[in-house]
């Protein structure tokens, strides 16, 4: 069974600092690896995803995420963050036999943006 | 397009009382999912359905049960309800998962926030 860790439960950036949210999976073949970010009240939105080709992948808001397999690794990143960035993150994994196609979420990281 | 769609928004039941939640989904989506995300705790998968008539327990299914009579419609049913099921629900759904057929993205329901006293 697939699993992902989320090393933290929340961190705090200033407006305008990096950001690097971590995210470590445990699963037997090529992952499908998504970042999702969660606003107060609200349901969740893709952010970004990796299922095969470039390790580097893009996503929406300026965030970009790395897969490094032998680190069993997906860690987001965004250069430069804005106050609107403020919100939970959940990194998620998914499975890929078919008929058992399903996502694990991690426990999210909630991120302060302070200004 | 309406997309997800979960009813009641928000629900007070008591001990013991049955309840369901009712999930629509209008994309013609072959997977839903519900999730329960408590804090601290992330999104835990309850049940799942591939298909009309197709359905398989996820990691907490124990006090809930689901249907999938139409490719539409995915309740989640409480039985008999425990504070311990006091949560946010969410429905979720795409057409499938893998990369051939879809973007990846799972479009999720607003939520349903289930208090049990």
């Known amino acids: 069974a697939q699993s992902v860790t989320q090393p933290d439960i929340h961190i705090t950036v200033s407006e305008g600092a990096s950001l690097e949210l971590r995210c470590n999976y445990s699963?037997?073949?090529?992952?499908?690896l998504f970042w999702y970010v969660q606003s107060p009240g609200q349901g969740l939105q893709l952010l970004l995803k990796?299922?095969?080709?470039?390790?580097l992948v893009q996503g929406i808001k300026g965030f970009e995420a790395e897969f490094k397999r032998s680190q069993s690794s997906f860690n987001l990143r965004k250069p430069s963050v804005h106050w609107s960035d403020a919100a939970e993150y959940f990194c998620?994994?998914?499975?890929?036999?078919?008929?058992?196609?399903?996502?694990?979420f991690g426990t999210g990281t909630r991120l302060t943006i302070i200004p | 397009n309406a997309g997800v769609t979960q009813t009641p928004k928000f629900r007070i039941l008591k001990i013991g009382q049955s309840m369901t939640l009712q999930c629509t989904q209008d994309?013609?989506?072959?997977?839903m999912y519900w999730y329960r995300q408590d804090p601290g705790m992330g999104l835990k998968l309850i049940y799942y359905s591939v298909g009309a008539g197709i359905t398989d327990k996820g990691e907490v299914p124990n006090g809930y049960n689901v249907s999938r009579s139409t490719t539409e419609d995915f309740p989640l049913r409480l039985e008999l309800a425990a504070p311990s099921q006091t949560s946010v629900y969410f429905c979720a759904s795409i057409t499938r998962l893998t990369q051939r057929m879809n973007t990846g993205e799972l479009f999720f329901g607003e939520g349903s926030r289930l208090t049990v006293l």
């Open positions: 699963y037997g073949a090529t992952p499908y």
């Open positions: 994309m013609n989506h072959n997977y």
């Open positions: 998620a994994v998914g499975a890929s036999n078919f008929g058992n196609e399903k996502l694990t």
């Open positions: 990796y299922f095969s080709g470039d390790t």
